[in-house]
């Protein structure tokens, strides 16, 4: 297994990454993009994760593959064609480059929204971040050696997440803020 295939504590450097890598990336595509964002475990404060950036990129024309395609991989990110979710377009970094996940999707679609809102709840209750935490160390520790076993294993807490999200998100009439880059 790799060195980021682990839960680590907190590390406020992984905002720093993020700008970093992402500000390469707003520099590739300009006006395509119409939102980057730190997304995942790594952009909420205080949250245990797994070491890797991950960045979902909003494209107004999300369909056209080759608008995008290039730019990232002139920056060192590989297009994973073969990725099953028909939702995003999924680019990792090249060998030997810090391990990150990039995530392109259509301007305003569910799963754009979704996993901005399930970020921003996790930013802003913190009993449940905590919780989200003590069920990643405990899976991984149950599952160091099966990745598919872990991902599996988080699915019932994030939906917990996702229906309390949806609740808070009609209390307090949430929507994206602005983007980060």
């Keep these: 297994m790799d060195e980021q295939w682990r839960i680590a504590e907190y590390d406020p450097e992984w905002r720093n990454l993020f700008l970093e890598v992402g500000g390469n990336i707003r520099e590739a595509l300009g006006d395509i993009a119409d939102r980057i ?25 999300f369909e056209d593959v080759n608008q995008y395609k290039n730019k990232l991989e002139s920056i060192a990110f590989v297009f994973r064609k073969e990725n099953p979710d028909k939702t995003k377009r999924y680019f990792r970094e090249i060998p030997g480059h810090r391990r990150t996940h990039i995530h392109v999707r259509q301007t305003g679609s569910y799963s754009e929204q979704l996993t901005l809102l399930f970020r921003d709840y996790l930013r802003e209750h913190k009993e449940d971040c905590l919780r989200y935490s003590a069920e990643k160390h405990r899976l991984m520790g149950l599952y160091h050696h099966e990745r598919h076993k872990y991902v599996e294993g988080k699915g019932p807490i994030v939906w917990e997440f996702i229906q309390k999200a949806h609740v808070w998100s009609q209390e307090i009439g949430w929507k994206p803020d602005k983007p980060d880059l």
């Design 37 to 61: 964002d730190h997304v995942g475990s790594t952009s909420i404060v205080g949250l245990d994760a797994k070491p890797i950036i991950d960045i979902q990129i909003s494209i107004s024309n």
